[in-house]
T-cell receptor, first 112, second 115 residues
Framework: DAGITQSPRHKVTETGTPVTLRCHQTENHRYMYWYRQDPGHGLRLIHYSYGVKDTDKGEVSDGYSVSRSKTEDFLLTLESATSSQTSVYFC???????????FGDGTRLSIL | SQELEQSPQSLIVQEGKNLTINCTSSKTLYGLYWYKQKYGEGLIFLMMLQKGGEEKSHEKITAKLDEKKQQSSLHITASQPSHAGIYLCGADMLGSGGSNYKLTFGKGTLLTVNP
């Protein structure tokens, strides 16, 4: 199994608070991704990174920011959480293009 | 509209039966990935298909990408309770440019296998 650790695994917070989710990999893979998974919508890309300090937006990036200061860590931040951001968040990594993405176990985030 | 359609949305089969899940696109698929997800867990990579007509098998699961590269099927032979879960297809629909930055995923097929 790919060495991907997401933290925290579960979080409950209130609307308007900042939230940061962490993805840590031990595979030294170049590409890292953040997805959210919601009933009826499936898996949607939020942001991705193609190297240290190189990031770009995905399909549903509004309200989210990311940072990647080291190869192994990719952070997802909700600056001011809203109830619509209640979801399960998955981090994924891939070694290069045209290679499979491997996923972490997810973070279940509830915003009340 | 959904760019990648999976069918059926859910499927209930008796243990030992064969089944097929389809993943269809209106665009050419440059890379097609099948994943399995158990409830509350992450996605497990199953197989990757890139060439039209390609077929891959792992244990009792076979995946195919049609010649036109617009549809893939996942076939399970002699299903077992361990096959139960959500099957998702993900696809690179951008092609040339060398990027799989943005995989598009289907909404998934929920498979239940009754003993």
């Amino acid at each position: 199994d790919a060495g991907i650790t997401q933290s925290p695994r579960h979080k409950v917070t209130e609307t308007g608070t900042p939230v940061t989710l962490r993805c840590h990999q031990t595979e030294n893979h170049r590409y890292m991704y953040w997805y959210r998974q919601d009933p009826g919508h499936g898996l949607r890309l939020i942001h991705y990174s193609y190297g240290v300090k190189d990031t770009d937006k995905g399909e549903v990036s509004d309200g989210y920011s990311v940072s990647r200061s080291k190869t192994e860590d990719f952070l997802l931040t909700l600056e001011s959480a809203t109830s619509s951001q209640t979801s399960v968040y998955f981090c994924a990594i891939s070694e290069r293009v045209y290679q499979p993405q491997h996923f972490g176990d997810g973070t279940r985030l509830s915003i009340l | 509209s959904q760019e990648l359609e999976q069918s059926p949305q859910s499927l209930i089969v008796q243990e030992g039966k064969n089944l097929t899940i389809n993943c269809t696109s209106s665009k050419t698929l440059y890379g097609l990935y099948w994943y399995k997800q158990k409830y509350g867990e992450g996605l497990i990579f199953l197989m990757m298909l890139q060439k039209g007509g390609e077929e891959k098998s792992h244990e009792k699961i076979t995946a195919k990408l049609d010649e036109k590269k617009q549809q893939s099927s996942l076939h399970i032979t002699a299903s077992q309770p361990s096959h139960a879960g959500i099957y998702l297809c993900g696809a690179d629909m951008l092609g040339s440019g060398g990027s799989n930055y943005k995989l598009t995923f289907g909404k998934g097929t929920l498979l239940t296998v009754n003993p």
